[in-house]
């Protein structure tokens, strides 16, 4: 049996077939590239209006990319596909919106295209959707879930008007029209009072109830948004102002709307129902709008004086004894020993030069502060604009990446997934993407476990206040959970949600298992059935057959992703894209949950038990294309988002990085939509760390990076981007220009220009790569440079018009609210957003397959100017300084309670190379055109400085490594770096040292470190620049001249231990790599030389004291340093590894050789 759906608000044509593949009971959907769908505003100021309607015409092309087709397929034309294309039948495991079906719903299809009053099927929540090169773009569906009824009746129930999900009326079991065409009670006395024409038949109604007028004037009592805001579907925004006329508020219509009255010439704000009320007359004074918009949503606190004054005198007391000291080194050469005076001043200058890069972005620190209550009061709030106080936030789509389920377990990803969807945000403007980089069963299965556990997590998490909302976090406290808990359910209601997470965890520990045992089970019937068609063919028993080992989902089909057993199109790098919604999209109203009972025993009657959309997506990955690993998937979640939800806002995160504050999001959107927000391209969240051992060995919270250096830089022009916990403003990722930037010139950019970028015409003559974005429909007819730009952008962003049409609408989304006078032509009015979002349908979701696949970024600016940037193993530093050479901003939001919290590797090795990958990151920087040498001149000198210190610090480490060693040639050769330790090099030294820690003490005074914390870091410092750093430049290196490409391993992250483990177990075991080498041999060395020296002057009949005293101070400086890594080889009992002792006495006698070969003993005096 084939039927053919039809979507209404798409041209897609839906196959449905009730036979194929294996395992009986699903419905394949065939799909292909869909016709994009364009929801233009009549209003041509709307960003969204498009000139001439220029998409039209590029509506039903055919696109071509690579070897790959993609078509458009309408109802006349949906069975001629061709023959070219493979495809994929996929079926999907039990999820929480898709159970196993039910045998007597087999023919549920039939019977709705038979009664036209049932309602469609929505094929978005439990199917699956596969596709990429070469192959047509398939969704593939069961029949319905166990509780089907129930969910055709709810269904039903509902009205049919797009946007619109309203109760449908009942009536008697009668509905308004003869055709069964649901509709609500507004709708329907809408559409009498519009011709009386039914949507579904188009005919007139017949039976107009006579209690039309009081039932129609009843219905405009009620308080709701003006008509004039929006339209009631997302992507209608319609814009307050005419063509460059501001708007006018009016003030009749909104009293008609509230039932308002007048007073003495002003309208007087109802109270009590927009009645009775306790002031004059039963009014009260309304609220007081226009001062409540002015309050600033962010307050930036300066450091205080007394700590920044003497900071910065110290820095130039500090810069000038640094000037003096090498100019005195540099007059008086040790002529005994030139060469070691040589390599000790050069190294001295360039320490000289590294210092100063690092310390002078720090002239500036600040701390800001937000203010949420006045968010809650501007967005959420009554207004004039929005009398009902809906939500009126823009939406935020969360991006969750991971790539290895074995060495990022599932169950860290669950948890943080798990904690954004209980996050303390709108449900509806939330949208959820976990990127599977490995196409992994395993990690699909437990994602349909989390989402599934989710709703009876989220709902405990609302009513009782819970945090954080991770649940392995929140029931691993070693706190009084009781503290401020003040409901008698809730002892009870815990304990039965710590059962039920137990329960959880053993389900995904089990998946593994689980996935091995099916996958046998099904291989070995395939092979059974393959030997028994064999013998009814009349083959050879004996012959050998080649079955593929495949890896089998729950209900008996091959899973399209990444196999055990790596087979063709299903290994790491080969494989379809995948994309399931696992949660749909949630109601724009609230939904209370039922009274406690058996099963379910947390009562959730006062609680809104909706969860955002969550989304599981794994991009195509085929042999010969470089899919540039983080960055190339981060780019998937950006274009997959755009199409599906398009929220103006992303926040990014690592899979081991879960919301630690609920309010964190609602924190960073202060920042972005608060005066001037509109300049800001990305907030920076702190990354804090839990499970480091507590004397933090390997300097793993990097407080000094985080707490010193990055509150410096939001004093400048904003933070680095440092790869998770920043939330994004998406134009911005998109390569849109600022609204408005400035331009420092002359001597360190004292001579400002002020430029104002979203005006066509003006910047796009004076820059060929400048992106903006036309505003309000703005169009200069002398100058058709707008036009050109709206044509440019498919070229840019590839040939998806859907994607294209996403890009104004969330630009629009994420502006700032219009003042109430009318003033700002690049805002949005109040009230704009709080309106449902546009359901998702079939045909965004195959559009979405479209844009992951494997080839769609070719010819395109994805990676080069758009999105994350490629060509760097941090690219997370790459795209912040491209975003910042633009002239856009950013901010660092330190919360009081923290916003984040992840893993970080606390064993020596996994730190070692986790810094390697970071410094080679640094040295691919330092060599191409990211270099902040090449800067725009819209970056301030200062930050142009620190970005340029991220690229040259990993070259500080061959100066460290010789520094290192001096002492110990010093010690062996009974020479020191001076002729001797006068009063004057004695003198500079000690203000050099005493500043040093002054300005250490001062840090840790305004940024809230502590004197431990510097420590470490300078530990780590050492301990990275000779291990690691050098590895780095020479890996930069051999990229830059052999065009050798490294790759590296994921960061492992570290699981939850297992009761009775050491938590810390980790920090002991001891790996070797290479990357000890250099370390080990400072040491040993450094320890040998100190023998030798000591030996040498006791035993000297003119013994030099002062030398051997310079000599020991410094080696035994680079030995304090490297403490904690020496303590890292001997593991947890004091062990070294054969290893060390090996590589130690072989590299002491190589150099004890050498060095007697070079400087032979003379001969016994007599």
């Not at 720090?362 to 701390?367: D, E």
């Not at 976990?434 to 997590?457: H, M, P, V, Y």
């Not at 390997?698 to 920043?726: K, W």
């Not at 910047?763 to 903006?772: G, L, Q, S």
Request: charged share 20%.
């Amino acid at each position: 049996m084939v039927q053919k759906v039809s979507s209404p608000s798409s041209p897609v044509t839906i196959t449905v077939s009730s036979s194929g593949g294996k395992g009986g009971g699903f419905r394949g959907v065939g799909l292909t590239s869909p016709v994009p769908r364009f929801s233009l505003s009549n209003n041509q100021n709307s960003p969204l209006s498009s000139r001439g309607n220029r998409a039209s015409s590029s509506e039903r092309r055919a696109s071509t990319g690579g070897n790959g087709k993609y078509c458009s397929i309408s109802k006349d034309d949906a069975k001629q596909v061709s023959s070219e294309f493979v495809n994929y039948t996929v079926h999907i495991p039990t999820t929480p919106e898709h159970q196993p079906m039910s045998s007597s719903l087999s023919s549920l299809p039939d019977e709705d295209a038979k009664d036209p009053g049932k309602p469609n099927r929505s094929y978005i929540s439990g199917t699956i959707f596969t596709g990429g090169f070469n192959s047509v773009t398939r969704g593939h569906v069961t029949e319905c879930s166990s509780d089907l009824p129930e969910m055709v009746k709810s269904m039903a129930m509902i009205c049919g008007m797009n946007g619109c999900d309203g109760e449908a009326l009942q009536g008697d079991g009668r509905v308004p029209c003869d055709c069964g065409y649901k509709i609500c009670r507004d709708c329907y006395l809408d559409c009498i009072g519009n011709g009386d024409n039914c949507p579904g038949c188009k005919e007139p109604y017949m039976d107009v109830p006579d209690d039309y007028d009081e039932a129609r004037s009843e219905t405009y009592d009620q308080a709701r948004p003006l008509p004039s805001m929006m339209d009631g579907r997302l992507s209608l925004v319609k814009s307050f102002k005419a063509h460059n006329h501001p708007s006018e508020f009016d003030h009749n219509c909104w009293l008609y709307e509230t039932k308002g009255t007048y007073g003495y010439g002003n309208a007087v704000w109802p109270k009590d129902g927009y009645g009775g009320g306790s002031g004059v007359n039963g009014f009260e004074h309304p609220p007081n709008f226009g001062e409540r918009s002015r309050r600033p949503l962010t307050r930036k606190v300066s450091v205080s004086t007394a700590i920044l004054s003497p900071y910065r005198l110290l820095m130039a007391i500090r810069l000038v004894a640094l000037g003096f000291f090498l100019t005195w080194r540099i007059r008086h050469p040790n002529h005994e020993a030139m060469w070691l005076w040589g390599m000790s001043v050069t190294c001295e200058l360039w320490f000289a030069l590294s210092w100063l890069l690092d310390q002078l972005p720090k002239l500036c620190p600040v701390n800001r502060v937000t203010d949420l209550s006045v968010l809650k009061d501007r967005f959420e709030s009554p207004s004039l604009r929005n009398p009902k106080g809906r939500s009126d936030l823009p939406g935020i789509d969360v991006f969750v990446s991971t790539a290895d389920p074995e060495k990022e377990p599932p169950l860290v990803t669950a948890n943080t997934i798990l904690s954004i969807l209980a996050v303390d945000y709108p449900v509806e403007k939330l949208a959820c993407y976990l990127s599977d980089d490995g196409g992994s069963l395993l990690t699909f299965e437990a994602l349909a476990e989390t989402a599934s556990f989710a709703r009876i997590w989220v709902p405990f998490c609302r009513k009782h206040g819970i945090e954080p909302r991770n649940p392995e976090a929140y029931f691993g406290q070693k706190r009084d959970f009781l503290k401020n808990k003040i409901r008698v359910d809730f002892v009870r209601e815990r304990r039965w949600m710590k059962r039920e997470y137990d329960e959880f965890k053993v389900r995904i520990n089990s998946l593994p298992d689980s996935i091995r045992k099916r996958s046998e089970a099904y291989n070995s019937n395939e092979e059974l059935k393959a030997k028994r068609k064999q013998m009814e063919m009349g083959g050879n028993p004996s012959e050998p057959l080649k079955v593929p080992k495949a890896t089998w989902m729950s209900d008996g089909v091959h899973w399209p992703g990444t196999w055990s057993s790596a087979g063709n199109d299903h290994s790491r790098g080969d494989h379809a894209g995948i994309i399931q919604a696992m949660l749909a999209p949630p109601n724009s109203e609230p939904v209370m949950g039922a009274e406690a009972d058996e099963e379910n025993p947390c009562d959730t009657t006062e609680v809104d038990i909706r969860l955002p959309m969550l989304v599981y997506v794994s991009r195509e990955k085929r042999p010969g294309y470089d899919h540039n690993k983080k960055a190339g998937a981060m780019n998937a979640l950006v274009r997959t988002s755009a199409i599906m939800s398009n929220g103006p806002f992303i926040l990014n995160l690592d899979c081991d990085h879960y919301i630690y504050n609920s309010l964190a999001l609602r924190e960073g959107m202060c920042f972005m939509l608060d005066r001037g927000g509109d300049r800001i391209c990305f907030v920076q969240f702190p990354q804090r760390f839990e499970g480091i051992d507590p004397n933090d060995r390997y300097a793993n919270h990097n407080t000094v990076f985080f707490d010193v250096s990055m509150r410096a830089l939001d004093g400048l022009q904003g933070p680095m981007y440092v790869g998770t916990g920043c939330i994004f403003r998406r134009i911005a990722l998109y390569g849109v220009s600022p609204p408005r930037a400035t331009e420092h010139h002359g001597w360190f950019g004292r001579r400002k220009m002020k430029l104002s970028l979203r005006r066509p015409g003006k910047v796009a003559k004076k820059k060929t790569d400048e992106m903006v974005l036309p505003i309000n429909g703005e169009h200069n007819d002398e100058d058709d440079d707008g036009d050109i730009e709206s044509l440019l952008l498919p070229m840019r962003f590839g040939n998806s018009t859907t994607l294209v049409a996403s890009i104004p609408v969330a630009e629009y989304q994420g502006r700032l609210l219009q003042d109430l006078q009318g003033k700002g032509s690049q805002c949005r009015p109040a009230g704009s957003l709080a309106v449902p979002r546009e359901p998702l349908d079939t045909a965004s979701v195959a559009e979405a397959i479209s844009v992951i696949s494997c080839f769609y970024e070719d010819k395109t600016e994805w990676g080069s100017r758009v999105g994350w940037i490629y060509g760097s193993v941090t690219e997370d530093v790459v795209t912040g300084y491209r975003m910042h050479n633009r002239g856009w901003r950013s901010v660092y939001c330190v919360t009081k309670r923290d916003a984040f919290r992840g893993t970080a590797p606390i064993n020596l090795t996994d730190r070692l190379h986790q810094v390697l990958r970071w410094a080679t990151g640094s040295v691919e920087i330092f060599f191409s055109r990211n270099n902040a040498l090449f800067a725009s001149r819209r970056m301030k000198f200062l930050q142009k400085v620190a970005y340029f210190n991220v690229g040259i610090y990993p070259f500080t480490s061959f100066f460290l490594l010789v520094y290192c060693f001096l002492p110990a040639m010093s010690l062996f050769t009974g020479q020191f770096i001076v002729e001797s330790l006068n009063v004057t090099f004695l003198t500079y030294l000690l203000v050099i040292t005493v500043t040093l820690c002054l300005l250490a003490i001062l840090e840790i005074r305004w940024s809230g470190i502590t004197l431990h914390d510097w420590w470490r870091n300078e530990q780590f410092w050492l301990i990275g620049g000779t291990s690691a750093h050098p590895a780095a430049v020479l890996q930069g290196l051999l990229k830059l001249i052999a065009g050798v490409d490294t790759s590296f391993t994921l960061t492992s992250k570290s699981s939850t231990p297992d009761d009775g483990d050491d938590e810390f177990a980790e920090l002991y075991i001891v790996k070797w790599s290479f990357l000890m080498v250099l370390p080990i041999t400072i040491m040993m060395v450094n320890i040998v030389a100190i023998a030798v020296g000591v030996a040498r002057t006791m035993y000297s009949p003119f013994p030099q004291w002062s030398k051997l005293l310079g000599g020991v101070f410094f080696s035994f400086w680079v030995l304090c340093h490297l403490y904690p890594f020496a303590k890292g080889l001997m593991g947890k009992r004091g062990k070294v590894p054969t290893i060390v002792f090996v590589w130690s006495g072989l590299l002491s006698l190589i150099i004890s050789l050498l060095w007697v070969y070079i400087s032979p003993p003379s001969g016994r005096q007599v």
